[in-house]
């Protein structure tokens, strides 16, 4: 039996009321722009469902790359046929004498009202005819096979799998963030759960040469690789923060040093954000994890910033952070031994409840501003774009 199409499914888009039929457009623009490779296909749009008809292509490299869309919840491989019902019983035996297992049931869907036969009567006469023309037993609450009919008024999708998609919302609708990509295991995993909440990004990392290594940077670039996934195309821009650490440790306490670092470093992202059009900043924090994620520290942090900040992994535990890591590959990446500059330049003995007073009189002992400004004037950039060269 040969599928011919793929019905994909919205999921979370169904809340989205009046505003439902712009987050289809924006998703049915990412599918055919992510499946742009593959010449044969034709899309189907329509309110509930976006149809993919694969006129002969091979359908598994294309619900790979589906189901790594967010703003997908769900996808099937069909065979769209006529929905009378001599046609309907001939496919469906054809369909399910291909697939392995000993039990079944039939599920039958009919938005098609007008249909002379309603669903339990089309899930009757489809499964006796099973019955009597294969060795398979009915099983309606554990079944080895799932036939599913969906009799829609253009005709019948017949299906027996249904495959995961990212969920969320489709990339674009959610606006731009700058994300803070440090290189460790939590900061792409942040990124991921923003791409797949239909936001775009834009990343930032701080760079200390010679402290730390260029490996780091290329590091960088194979976890966008990664990501390229979601977003096809990521801009990096790297920040050269090493004149501001080493001045951050002449004039403060050791103690002191990650906070006024976390601070510079959100005052350098926050003026980058506007100038980018970003709506807000993002970061791979989680409360208590490190020194500079309590929420004493947090708080003091936030004070430089009027850009809201978004922290998606803030009451995520370590395990959880790894397993979605994991899943997106970019778990083996970020172990590569290529520390950062909060790493390499990290105090032995962190305040945890750093004091505003305190941190600002440090502050005051250099002029910041003027060297955050030459930092966004000699910023690298890095666009890393899907199966393509970096420049």
């Known amino acids: ?41 034709a899309f189907s749009v329509q309110y509930d469902h976006i149809y ?29 046929t006529e929905d009378n019902i001599e046609n309907l019983l001939k496919q469906s035996l054809a369909l399910i004498r291909e697939e392995e297992g000993k039990t079944f049931k039939v599920y039958t869907r009919r938005s098609n009202k007008a249909y002379p036969l309603n669903s339990d009567t089309i899930n009757r006469t489809i499964a006796g005819e099973i019955l009597r023309n294969s060795p398979l037993k009915v099983d309606v609450h554990n079944p080895d096979i799932t036939l599913s009919i969906e009799v829609r008024n253009e005709g019948a999708y017949i299906f027996t799998k249904t495959f995961k998609g990212a969920g969320g919302y489709p990339l674009g609708t959610g606006g731009k963030v700058m994300h803070m990509l440090s290189g460790g295991i939590d900061s792409p995993v942040a990124a991921y759960l923003l791409l797949r909440r239909g936001l775009r990004i834009e990343c930032i990392h701080f760079a200390s040469p010679p402290y730390t290594n260029i490996g780091v940077i290329e590091k960088l670039k194979d976890l966008l690789k990664e990501l390229n996934k979601y977003q096809s195309e990521i801009r990096l821009n790297v920040i050269q923060f090493t004149k501001l650490q080493e001045k ?7 103690s002191y040093a990650i906070t006024l670092m976390r601070r510079i470093m959100f005052r350098l992202a926050s003026e980058l954000s506007k100038r980018r059009h970003c709506l807000a900043i993002s970061s791979g924090e989680s409360v208590g994890q490190v020194a500079s994620q309590t929420l004493e520290s947090i708080g003091v942090i936030n004070e430089v910033t009027n850009v809201p900040v978004i922290r998606p992994l803030v009451v995520t535990d370590k395990e959880e952070i790894i397993r979605i890591a994991r899943k997106i590959n970019t778990y083996e990446i970020s172990i590569r031994p290529f520390e950062d500059c909060c790493t390499i330049f990290a105090p032995k003995n962190p305040k945890t409840k750093p004091a505003l007073d305190k941190v600002e009189e440090y502050e005051a002992k250099f002029d910041y501003q003027t060297m955050i400004n030459e930092a966004l004037d000699n910023i690298e950039v890095i666009r890393v774009k899907k199966e393509e060269e970096l420049f």
């Open 248 to 254: 951050i440790y002449e004039v403060a306490d050791e």
């Open 52 to 80: 993919v008809i694969l006129n002969e292509t091979d359908p598994k490299p294309v619900i790979e790359i589906l189901q790594d869309i967010s703003g997908i919840h769900s996808l099937s491989l069909v065979l769209f």
């Open 1 to 41: 039996m040969k599928y011919n199409q793929i019905m994909v499914r919205f999921g979370e888009l169904s809340t989205k009321g009046k505003n439902k039929k712009d987050f289809i457009h924006t998703l049915a623009i990412n599918i055919k722009n992510a499946l742009r490779d593959f010449p044969n296909l």
